[in-house]
């Protein structure tokens, strides 16, 4: 059985507007998908969309606090890590930046060991108005297919990475 995220209840699936879910198996161990994940600032090295983060409070990596921005498909968000478990759990809150609406999302990660490598689960809520134009109204599904591919690109780098260290 894999774990889930915690929600705080404001970002609940049961409430929120928009909701999704992506897993996938990882034939690496949870500490190089770890590694992966932290390096806020090369997530574009597998995964070209996030090449505009920049950790704002100093730190080299994501940790517990840690309030970052990036620009996703073209809008920027300012970000602070909620929940940080290393090599199992990862979580941040965003806003978006100009939007006078209040809109919100609540992004986690969940990473559990597995027999050959591990699994890693992700999940996104979104609430308020510029998200539900955004992606509830003008492209439904994108929150979906957009996980699916950073996942996948993560699981080949981690992948590519644990055998470099086999190697």
């Known amino acids: 059985m894999y774990h889930h995220v915690i929600w705080p209840e404001r ?11 992506n897993d996938i198996d990882v034939k690496a161990p949870p500490e190089v998908v770890w590694k992966l ?3 806020a600032e090369n997530w574009s090295s597998y995964f070209p969309p996030e090449n505009q983060v920049k950790i704002l409070s100093g730190e080299p990596e994501l940790a517990l606090g840690t ?13 602070v890590v909620t929940e940080y478990v290393p090599n199992r759990r990862l979580a941040w809150a965003t806003t978006v930046d100009g939007d006078e609406t209040g809109s919100s999302a609540y992004h986690g990660w969940v990473i559990t060991p597995t027999d050959d490598g591990c699994h890693v689960l992700t999940e996104e809520t979104q609430q308020g108005h510029f ?7 003008k ?3 994108a929150l979906f ?3 699916q591919d950073w996942v996948e690109r993560l699981a080949r780098a981690a992948q590519a990475e644990a055998a470099k260290k086999a190697g």
């Not at 998200?131 to 109204?137: A, D, I, K, V």
């Open 11 to 21: 970002y609940d699936p049961k409430t929120s507007a928009i909701y999704a879910l």
């Open 67 to 79: 309030q970052y921005s990036r620009v996703t498909v073209g809008f920027p968000m300012s970000l």
């Open 139 to 141: 492209h439904p599904g």
């Open 131 to 137: 998200f539900l134009e955004e992606l509830g109204r």
């Open 37 to 39: 994940l932290i390096d």
């Open 145 to 147: 297919s957009y996980h």
